[in-house]
């Protein structure tokens, strides 16, 4: 190229860019979170399943080790939760803590819903709660110049690693 900067691409993102990622999904149909429980677990990237609730990774991670809880019920408000997905939803939370502790060691997390789309919430129809891992210093240049995010390890690696250390 003529300006002789260099590109990083991710291509992967596209999807989400142009896809039906965040358009209302009332009713659940297309809704990746209603799809995910249907597929193995490697191939949903489905770090555990309990009884209301399940532990996935993020497919677009803000960093590695970035997993979601989500209940199995399609369902957007927080106050739309029977009390057991409520329950299930705190556990499991707990226990990705655990999990990614063991696992990657990091510094501090970041653990929250987004409820509603101008809350910042992608899939906003399906409730879903972050717990995103963090480590001093991992915000670098990077997303600033670049909307890029450096990711060292792949999904699947991480996904086996959680698996391993996901407590019981």
Same mark, same amino acid.
């Given at each position: 190229m003529?300006d002789?900067?260099e590109r990083?691409w991710a291509?992967?993102?596209?999807?989400?860019?142009?896809g039906?990622?965040g358009k209302?999904?009332?009713?659940?149909?297309?809704?990746p979170?209603?799809?995910?429980?249907d597929?193995?677990?490697?191939e949903?990237?489905?770090?555990?399943?309990?009884?209301?609730?399940?532990a996935?990774?993020?497919?677009?991670p803000?960093?590695p080790?970035h997993l979601?809880?989500?209940?199995?019920?399609h369902?957007?408000e927080?106050?739309? $939760?029977t009390?057991e997905?409520?329950?299930d *939803? !705190? +556990?499991?939370?707990?226990r990705?803590v @655990?999990?990614?502790? /063991?696992a990657?060691a990091?510094?501090?997390?970041n653990?929250g819903?987004? $409820?509603?789309?101008v809350a910042?919430g992608s *899939? !906003? +129809?399906h409730?879903?709660?972050?717990? @995103?891992?963090r480590w /001093?210093?991992d915000?670098?240049?990077?997303?600033v110049?670049?909307?890029t995010?450096v990711?060292?390890?792949?999904?699947?690696d991480?996904?086996?690693?959680l698996?391993e250390?996901?407590?019981?």
């Amino acid at each position: 190229m003529a300006d002789r900067l260099e590109r990083l691409w991710a291509p992967h993102r596209l999807a989400y860019v142009t896809g039906d990622i965040g358009k209302p999904d009332p009713d659940g149909a297309g809704c990746p979170f209603c799809a995910i429980p249907d597929k193995d677990d490697r191939e949903g990237l489905v770090i555990a399943r309990g009884g209301s609730v399940y532990a996935v990774l993020n497919l677009h991670p803000y960093n590695p080790g970035h997993l979601m809880v989500v209940p199995y019920r399609h369902v957007a408000e927080l106050e739309d $939760l029977t009390d057991e997905e409520s329950s299930d *939803l !705190a +556990d499991f939370t707990r226990r990705a803590v @655990v999990a990614v502790k /063991g696992a990657s060691a990091p510094q501090g997390f970041n653990v929250g819903l987004n $409820l509603g789309r101008v809350a910042g919430g992608s *899939l !906003a +129809d399906h409730l879903h709660q972050h717990v @995103v891992p963090r480590w /001093g210093g991992d915000s670098n240049f990077m997303t600033v110049v670049s909307d890029t995010k450096v990711m060292p390890q792949l999904l699947a690696d991480t996904a086996g690693m959680l698996r391993e250390v996901w407590p019981a």
